[in-house]
């Protein structure tokens, strides 16, 4: 059954305070010169083969579901 990932991130310009939290905790545990943003990740399993247009569909779901697209980015690839 073939994969579609889908990430999604955070626009450069938007605050990450998930992302902040995570490189200050890497910061007191020693590891220096590390900075983090935090976003999501989404499997999507296809039903019957891959093709550019269920390729198509996935990326509307996450054009209107997966990601707000007003503060987050996604991109969509096929899993290996």
């Known amino acids: 059954m073939p994969r579609v990932i889908v990430d999604v991130?955070?626009?450069?310009?938007?605050?990450?305070?998930q992302g902040k939290a995570v490189?200050?905790?890497l910061q007191r545990l020693g590891f220096s010169g590390l900075a983090v943003r935090q976003?999501?990740?989404?499997?999507?399993?296809?039903d019957g083969d891959?093709?550019?247009?269920?390729?198509e569909q996935i990326r509307h779901a996450a054009e209107t579901l997966l990601a707000n697209t007003v503060i987050e980015t996604f991109d969509?690839?096929?899993?290996?």
């Open 50 to 55: 891959l093709s550019e247009e269920v390729l």
């Open 39 to 46: 976003g999501k990740r989404f499997e999507v399993e296809v």
């Open 76 to 80: 969509v690839r096929v899993a290996p």
């Open 23 to 25: 490189t200050g905790a």
């Open 9 to 17: 991130m955070p626009k450069p310009e938007i605050l990450d305070p």
